[in-house]
């Protein structure tokens, strides 16, 4: 909860602390979910926030990447002003690209093709 603060402009909730299995985060407002009714360009502006969330999550200067394994509407949040949160951090996997890069073998990323098809 630290790690990725959103004072370090993370799209998460601000961590407030935790007393046991008990943790307390800022409310960031309506699941995305509670949208799917809205205008399309709002709707746009959300799909464009997502995609831009996902560039985030793999491409930053921390090295690490991000990975959401549940990318359900209601475990995002929208704010007041329109801006889309991601509030259940309960599935992510986080990988150590740094390490992959300093260890990586010969030939790790040639693309390989068939060409019978």
């Known amino acids: 909860a630290t790690a990725f603060t959103k004072s370090s402009g993370w799209p ?11 943790t307390a ?22 799909a464009l926030q997502l995609l831009e969330l996902a560039k985030k999550f793999s ?11 549940d990318w359900s509407a209601n475990n995002f949040a ?22 992959i890069q300093e260890t990586r073998p010969e030939g790790w990323d040639t693309e390989h093709a068939a060409d019978r098809f």
Do not use: H, M
Not at 12 to 22: D, H, S, T
Not at 25 to 46: C, K, T
């Open 12 to 22: 998460f909730p601000e961590y407030y602390g935790a007393c046991g299995r008990l």
């Open 25 to 46: 985060f800022e409310y960031i407002g309506s699941p995305l979910n509670s949208y799917y009714g809205s205008s399309w360009l709002l709707r746009a502006s959300f």
């Open 59 to 69: 491409k930053n200067k921390s090295g690490l990447a991000l990975y959401p394994t």
């Open 78 to 99: 929208v704010n007041a002003r329109k801006e889309v949160f991601l509030v259940d951090l309960e599935n992510i996997v986080v990988v150590n690209q740094t390490y």
